[in-house]
């Protein structure tokens, strides 16, 4: 039987966030997300270098605001994918719900997640509610007849099937696209402090081949990778899609090979931005 215990650790939330939580809408697994990030700082005392409890003015001893949360340990406590959770995370700091900060140690970049407690910087929209007039009188039911079943032949559903389909399949490609470049940009934007200019004729249709070839998630796996290389020749060149594009065979090869998990975690531990 659960027994939890407020000495063990407790978060401690003012009524008037609490208010906020039941008036904005989040998707489900981005409200697992928010109480991760929620568990990981306002759940815990911060302590100095020293490991020594800090305090405020008034002399209550603070609690975390930003902490360093690996993709792993969210994939462990809400059992969503590491590649969902980068989505979720990257959608929650564009809402301005979750705040992100990326800081240098040495050669080392260390990413820290903390929750944004000024929700009128929220980029949230409040849930809808259905308002019922009732001043109105209750109009008496009116009967409409309803015109006589048609049943679609075999060859017009076989035809519509197919239609459907095809138009699937361009539509998944074409939001694949989008996600990707997407992505790209929001990458490159936070490691060089500058937009990706695209040349959307020429690396539209790259990335348009790229996604034939190796599909959407394969595609973010192999651009992590890209991303954190130590190539001299790479990082002398320039981080653009054409170059990518160059080194794509490569990229995908480490993936197949036998120690695709270890690469993938050394290369995350580097700079945790795509999974």
Same mark, same amino acid.
């Given at each position: ?53 800090? *305090? ?53 970049? =260390?990413?820290? +997640?903390?929750?944004?407690?000024? +929700? ?38 076989? *035809? ?25 940009? =929001? ?35 192999? %651009? ?23 080194? %794509? ?24 931005? +795509?999974?």
């Amino acid at each position: 039987m659960a027994n939890p215990q407020r000495e063990d650790g407790h978060l401690d939330i003012a009524n008037e966030l609490a208010r906020r939580f039941c008036s904005y809408r989040l998707s489900g697994q981005e409200w697992l997300m928010v109480w991760v990030i929620l568990h990981k700082t306002w759940g815990f005392v911060e302590r100095d270098c020293e490991g020594n409890l800090t *305090k405020d003015q008034s002399g209550l001893i603070r609690k975390k605001k930003f902490d360093k949360i690996p993709l792993s340990q969210f994939s462990k406590l809400t059992g969503i994918d590491r590649r969902r959770c980068h989505e979720l995370l990257k959608s929650l700091v564009d809402k301005k719900v979750v705040s992100k900060r990326v800081s240098n140690n040495g050669n080392k970049i =260390i990413i820290t +997640y903390g929750f944004q407690k000024d +929700y009128d910087q929220w980029k949230v929209s409040p849930k809808k509610v259905t308002v019922i007039n009732n001043d109105e009188k209750v109009s008496s039911k009116k009967t409409t007849n309803l015109p006589p079943k048609m049943t679609p032949s075999k060859e017009y559903k076989r *035809k519509l099937s197919k239609e459907n389909c095809v138009f699937r399949q361009k539509s998944d490609l074409y939001s694949d696209h989008k996600r990707f470049s997407q992505s790209w940009s =929001i990458e490159y934007q936070n490691r060089f402090g500058m937009p990706y200019k695209f040349s959307w004729t020429k690396e539209g249709r790259i990335i348009k081949s790229l996604l034939d070839i190796f599909g959407y998630e394969k595609l973010c796996r192999m %651009a992590s990778l890209f991303f954190v290389t130590e190539d001299s020749w790479i990082r002398n060149t320039g981080f653009t899609i054409p170059v990518f594009s160059g080194q %794509a065979n490569q990229l995908a090869q480490k993936l197949s090979g036998p120690t695709t998990e270890a690469i993938e975690n050394k290369e995350l531990k580097k700079y945790e931005k +795509y999974s």
